[in-house]
């Protein structure tokens, strides 16, 4: 009896959904993730990693920076308190040696309801779209203010419970209220305007307008106060931040166009090798004879690469000039340039010695034959990412019995991975959603032993694209491991970013910001700087792995997934992080190269160290053949260099990681980087052995 108890307890332990591998299933593992608590009618797989997660995991709100605009629910004091907004625009130097370009964490407005309790206020998420996402704020279980806000868009959108609660309080000095006619409105405290909207001009130059049903009352009071009745029984108002007075006719045309929901769609032509980004907005035309087109905002990796005809106003921001589009839907079409999964022999070169590459080959088998197996995700995904690139060359080059030895490794590391056998503490996956004591979790795949907090959903795109990439180049040579242990694989390429809507168990794209064109990596973005993201390439990494899992498999859905995220974050990244076009960042900020880059401010810097060598290369690791969009502009590559070099104080005599930033100059000045290699005896590939492959 006590046998088939085991057995039963087991099962309860363990999925097997697949001819083999496995994966906790209890929700016991330790450390598990925070549960996102503040939600409304909202079930699992919950979203993470996105703009506006720290709505979910907080009472209250961090930094959502949808841009233009950034919002935070506050509860400060009497006069600030509820949906706080602000037009960010360009920054401002910060940071030691003007390392970073900052923004104000000072709002322009705060939206309120004169019926919430403010020691009572919650902020809960009751809807959201691919870059929208919908607020409740309320003292209790009903709702007082619902709020939209959609990144991109210079409007959100609110209904009140009660027509007669909307309150706001400008935070700074307000210049006037102007009509349509820029006529000055509501000049003394008590002063009462009946119309439909209204514009505000601040001090600052800074313009905004509301925007209500027919005969809403406004009446200013205490100098930056404004209450609201809303008109005609209604219960609806849009906010905009405007480019001027003389546009506020232009924007009321527009601002009955509620936007509901946000999707994206994607496609790719591999005829034309054009990949194709459709952005759709579902609109509520809250009055008739308005036009039914929200306004919607293109960022530089978007109006550079599409034919949507953009408007001449735009917002001045972090990310450069966004510009207007009238419309609910638009497409932007990329290039897609290949993606190579390893370089040939070069044969003829007679300088090249394939004796002398078995040589690295074999010393780098000797510093893994019994090192090959770690207990956190990174750095086991890191290790498998280099035996797979190491037994890709040992097949280039017919070096068979190391071949055999770099896959053999591979496959007992990664088996043992994605084998889940109680009772072991490591080198296993677990899964949670509604285990342990949790409803409505977030539906989510953790290693263990975690690391860097993906027990929180951090990296978890960083980490697993090792897994993938590995996993990906094993099966190229091992269909039996592809047949047993797909499932696994499929599994984290899900929980990273699963391109279906309808996935039961993962939410559709985790990491990826699909307007904003690149991933973010902080699970629950609570910050007062918003999400945040590092190291660009390995987010690339996990596109690479999702790509060549598509090829070895023959299955065109993760082909597809992996062209399109490398194809549209490959252009972000040059945008956002190396500001390509010189159009883009601060005028006055000198540095080259973003390190992290977060909702409300771009840093030279990292996470763990201020060396320019980490700083300009924790955007090339861990630089394979398929990450050659740092190449595809060499004057771009070389100016990259050159800066990392003056900060180094002109020495080229790399020492923290040489074996990546010899590849990088590689790209632009190849025979440079061969001389260093040569002349600084620095062969030995121990730490990646691509680096002697290349």
Not at 154 to 177: I, K, L, Q, T, W
Not at 463 to 469: D, R, S
Not at 533 to 558: K, R
Not at 612 to 628: K, N, R, V, Y
Request: aromatic residues 18%; proline residues 4%; contains cysteine.
């Amino acid at each position: 009896m006590k046998r088939f108890i085991l057995i039963f307890i087991l099962l309860g332990l363990i999925n097997r959904g697949f001819s083999a591998g496995s994966y906790r299933t209890d929700g016991l593992a330790s450390p598990r993730p925070i549960s996102p608590k503040y939600k409304t009618n909202i079930t699992a797989p919950i979203p993470s990693n996105d703009w506006w997660t720290s709505f979910l995991i907080d009472r209250l709100s961090y930094l959502a920076m949808a841009f233009p605009l950034g919002y935070e629910v506050k509860n400060l004091n009497d006069n600030q308190w509820g949906l706080a907004m602000q037009y960010k625009g360009i920054g401002f130097l910060c940071g030691a040696g003007n390392s970073d370009v900052c923004t104000s964490d000072d709002p322009d407005i705060w939206v309120k309801a004169n019926n919430i309790v403010r020691g009572n206020m919650t902020a809960k998420v009751c809807h959201y779209g691919d870059w929208s996402v919908s607020v409740v704020l309320s003292d209790d279980n009903t709702f007082k203010i619902k709020a939209t806000l959609v990144k991109g868009s210079p409007f959100s959108y609110y209904e009140f419970s009660s027509p007669s609660s909307p309150e706001m309080y400008f935070n700074f000095a307000v210049s006037r209220f102007f009509d349509d006619s820029n006529n000055t409105l509501l000049t003394y405290d008590g002063a009462r305007y009946t119309n439909d909207h209204i514009g505000i001009q601040f001090v600052s130059g800074k313009y905004f307008a509301i925007f209500c049903p027919p005969n809403t009352v406004f009446t200013r009071v205490n100098g930056n106060y404004l209450q609201i009745s809303l008109g005609s029984g209604q219960n609806y108002m849009s906010v905009a931040v405007i480019t001027s007075t003389s546009d506020l006719n232009y924007y009321y045309q527009h601002s009955y166009a509620f936007i509901t929901n946000t999707r994206v769609s994607y496609s790719y032509d591999p005829t034309s090798q054009k990949v194709t980004t459709t952005f759709s907005a579902l609109v509520n035309l809250k009055r008739g004879g308005f036009s039914s087109n929200p306004i919607l905002g293109l960022f530089p990796h978007q109006w550079k690469y599409s034919s949507a005809s953009k408007g001449s106003q735009y917002y001045d921001t972090q990310r450069g000039k966004i510009y207007i589009y009238e419309g609910n839907s638009f497409s932007v079409e990329n290039k897609y340039n290949g993606i190579i999964p390893y370089f040939t022999q070069p044969l003829w070169d007679s300088s090249y010695s394939q004796a002398t590459q078995i040589n690295y080959l074999r010393s780098y088998s000797n510093a893994i034959a019994n090192n090959y197996l770690l207990d956190d995700t990174y750095w086991q995904g890191k290790r498998l990412s280099a035996i797979a690139r190491a037994l890709v060359i040992a097949d280039r080059i017919g070096a068979n019995s190391l071949k055999s030895f770099f896959s053999n490794r591979l496959r007992i590391a990664l088996v043992e991975w994605y084998e889940y056998t109680p009772p072991e503490g490591t080198n296993y996956f677990a899964y949670f959603n509604n285990n342990a004591g949790a409803t409505n979790n977030w539906g989510t795949m953790i290693g263990y032993q975690s690391s860097y907090e993906t027990y929180n959903l951090n990296d978890h795109h960083f980490h697993y694209g090792y897994f993938i990439y590995a996993s990906a180049i094993l099966s190229m040579y091992d269909s039996q491991f592809k047949n047993d242990y797909g499932g696994m694989v499929e599994h984290l390429i899900r929980d990273i970013n699963s391109p279906d809507r309808n996935d039961s168990m993962y939410p559709f794209l985790r990491f990826f910001d699909p307007y904003e064109g690149h991933c973010w990596a902080d699970g629950f973005g609570d910050t007062w700087d918003g999400n945040n993201q590092e190291s660009t390439s390995e987010s690339m990494n996990a596109w690479i792995g999702i790509y060549l899992w598509g090829l070895v498999t023959g299955n065109n859905t993760w082909r597809d997934l992996g062209i399109w995220g490398y194809t549209v974050e490959s252009t972000a990244i040059l945008q956002y992080y190396f500001n390509v076009d010189g159009d883009n960042w601060h005028p006055s900020w000198t540095k080259k190269s973003v390190g992290i880059l977060f909702g409300g401010k771009y840093s030279h810097a990292t996470w763990f160290s201020a060396e320019p060598e980490c700083i300009f290369g924790i955007q090339w690791i861990p630089l394979t053949p398929s990450h050659m969009y740092l190449g595809y502009n060499q004057t771009l590559a070389q100016n990259l260099y050159n800066a990392m070099t003056t900060e180094n104080g002109g020495n080229e005599n790399e020492s923290t990681w040489y074996d990546v930033i010899w590849k990088f100059q590689s790209l632009f000045n190849p025979s440079a980087a061969i001389t260093k290699f040569n002349a600084l005896n620095k062969g030995s590939p121990n730490n990646d052995p691509q680096y002697a492959g290349w």
